[in-house]
């Protein structure tokens, strides 16, 4: 006890700091489960069959430059799912989602969104191509992006990252456009 006595206010501080500790080591657990849950719920929102019919109708245009007619339901699929890509890059940039997981999922899709998003510039359709700074913040990133899985491998990601050879519908498909392809994933 004399020892406990003489050394109190060192034990105070040692008892302050574990408290500190464990203070610590609870916010970032929270954090953690914060960040995880909201990448789960924009996930949910981004794999929703609209979403996915919409990104899909994206990179068939890139591939083919065939573009939906103006206010038709294609259309309106295409710029909300544009819009629920941009929503994930916000939410990546601000850091409440771990962009690291945002990158090791959808880096193959955004990779193909690097040649547009499906439209050639359209001053009467501006809200399609304009105002997507978080989008493009993601697909900056993904074309850097390293991947050693076979998403990336056998020359498929500099395929997606090249220039598609653009084609119509109808036209006869040779390899070099089956490696460009919009159904690699949506
Ligand atoms: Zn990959």
């Known amino acids: 006890m004399a020892w406990v006595s003489t050394n109190k206010d060192i034990l105070s501080l040692l008892i302050a700091l574990l408290a500190i500790l464990v203070s610590l080591s609870t916010a970032l657990i929270n954090l953690r489960n914060l960040r995880t849950s909201s990448f ?31 206010d038709s339901e294609e259309e309106y699929l295409m710029v909300r799912a544009l819009a629920v890509f941009d929503q994930l890059g916000m939410l990546s940039r601000q850091g409440i989602v771990p ?27 501006p809200y399609i191509l304009q105002g997507r700074p978080d989008l493009q913040y993601l697909i900056d990133r993904a074309e850097r ?8 491998a056998g020359g498929r990601r ?17 390899p070099a456009d089956v490696e460009w392809s919009p159904a690699e994933g949506a």
């Open 158 to 174: 500099e395929s997606r990252l090249r220039a598609p050879q653009r084609m119509r519908r109808g036209d006869q498909i040779g």
């Open 99 to 125: 962009r690291r997981w945002v990158l090791r999922f959808w880096h193959a899709r955004l990779q193909l969104l690097k040649h547009g998003f499906g439209m050639e510039p359209d001053p009467s359709r």
């Open 145 to 152: 992006y390293q991947c050693a899985d076979t998403c990336c």
């Open 40 to 70: 789960i719920a924009i996930q949910k929102e981004m794999l929703h069959s609209e979403m996915q019919r919409g990104r899909l109708l994206v990179y068939r245009a890139l591939a083919t430059g065939d573009t939906p007619p103006r």
